[in-house]
């Protein structure tokens, strides 16, 4: 009987060993993308340990280095983050998300100039990212170019009429250069569409009514 209940121990383990070494990298991805909620992964470790093991299987797929890149940048570990994007450009040179990813890191870091290039390359391969304008204005003004800032906000607002955030940065672009009357309809137009926190800052500082 003890020898019978052994047996069948073993062939248990070797059964879930079997059922883990038989996943296919996209079995893993699956697994990676049911913690994502959408703007970030609910727990990123794990989603490493599911990418890592994808990885394993099919180390040439950028997507992969790129969604795992973005589970670094939710720890907070932003050199692996950047490592990871490298290698997803490697694996495929016009890849517009891990650029855009790595531009988003790089403004984390204070590396603006980087992040620039980045968002360069977005707009290069995709001239429509709204988004990309939107965040390369953000660098520029970062580095106080607040004319190049906003004649990006200029395109993403033209591509997108009802863009806050936009108009928000735009808003703020022009009260660095002195500019209240136009910096303050924009903060209103923001406010407006739903983001109002700077102009009640401008408020507080008597800058706009």
Same mark, same amino acid.
């Given at each position: ?63 992969? /280095? *790129?969604? %795992?890149?973005?589970? !670094? ?5 932003? +050199? &692996? #983050?950047? $490592?990871? @994007?490298?290698? =997803? ?43 990309? /304008? *939107?965040? %390369?204005?953000?660098? !520029? ?5 607040? +004319? &190049? #800032?906003? $004649?990006? @906000?200029?395109? =993403? ?53």
């Amino acid at each position: 009987m003890r020898k019978i209940i052994v047996f069948i121990f073993c062939v248990l383990i070797f059964l879930c060993s079997c059922s883990e070494t038989d996943k296919s990298a996209e079995d893993w991805i699956s697994r990676a993308r049911l913690l994502w909620d959408g703007k970030q992964y609910t727990e990123p470790n794990k989603a490493i340990e599911y990418l890592n093991n994808a990885i394993k299987l099919q180390p040439n797929n950028a997507e992969t /280095y *790129n969604q %795992r890149g973005v589970a !670094y940048k939710n720890l907070g570990q932003n +050199q &692996r #983050a950047i $490592e990871d @994007y490298n290698e =997803a450009i490697r694996l495929k040179p016009d890849n517009v998300l891990a650029y855009y990813n790595r531009g988003t890191v790089y403004n984390n870091i204070g590396q603006y100039q980087n992040a620039i290039e980045d968002y360069n390359k977005v707009l290069r391969l995709d001239q429509n990212s709204i988004i990309a /304008y *939107n965040s %390369r204005g953000i660098n !520029y003004s970062s580095l106080h170019q607040y +004319q &190049r #800032a906003i $004649e990006d @906000y200029n395109k =993403a607002i033209h591509l997108q009429p009802n863009y806050a955030d936009a108009y928000n940065n735009r808003g703020l672009a022009y009260l660095k250069q002195d500019n209240d009357k136009s910096g303050c309809r924009d903060l209103q137009k923001a406010c407006k569409l739903g983001v109002c926190k700077a102009l009640e800052l401008a408020k507080n500082k008597g800058l706009c009514r």
